[in-house]
């Protein structure tokens, strides 16, 4: 009897630096860290597919993580050219950024900066928020639908917390 051995190798591949989720006519991205340019790309993909089956405007919710690192100038821009580049298929824009420390006040502050400076700042279509419950009201308002319930899904598929 031969003993015989042998060996698999298993590459480990890194988790998603984002997640997506279609609820509604609610798309939500979950950014953990800022995108690299494939991210935006793959991202950008699954917009599309999203509004593909639905054929009308798509509200959009914007995640980072509490633990994010800010976006370089490079990732700023290529992010900012996203939403510019899908504009006319969004009818409301929401951006959370989570965390309560100065830091993500701070960051808060130079985003609703940077909205405003790259003219995506408008208060019927683009809000910075900083807690997800701030959101559902303009949801339901828009969508005619429970955003509490809209919210509470995406918790439960993990694109909120």
Request: aromatic share 8%; hydrophobic share 40%; glycine share 2%.
């Amino acid at each position: 009897m031969f003993a015989t051995a042998t060996t698999t190798t298993t590459a480990t591949v890194a988790p998603p630096n984002y997640k997506t989720a279609l609820i509604n006519r609610v798309f939500f991205i979950r950014w953990e860290q800022p995108p690299s340019t494939q991210d935006i790309q793959l991202v950008t993909a699954r917009f599309r597919e999203a509004y593909e089956a639905h054929r009308q405007q798509l509200c959009v919710v914007i995640v980072t993580g509490a633990k994010a690192r800010v976006p370089n100038s490079e990732q700023r821009k290529a992010l900012f050219k996203m939403l510019e580049d899908h504009r006319k298929y969004i009818c409301e824009l929401h951006l959370l950024m989570e965390g309560n420390e100065l830091q993500h006040n701070l960051q808060r502050i130079i985003a609703s900066a940077q909205l405003i400076v790259t003219r995506i700042y408008d208060s019927n279509y683009a809000r910075l928020h900083k807690t997800p419950d701030a959101i559902a009201p303009f949801l339901t308002s828009r969508l005619k639908a429970d955003g509490n319930r809209i919210i509470n899904d995406a918790r439960l598929l993990g694109v909120l917390h």
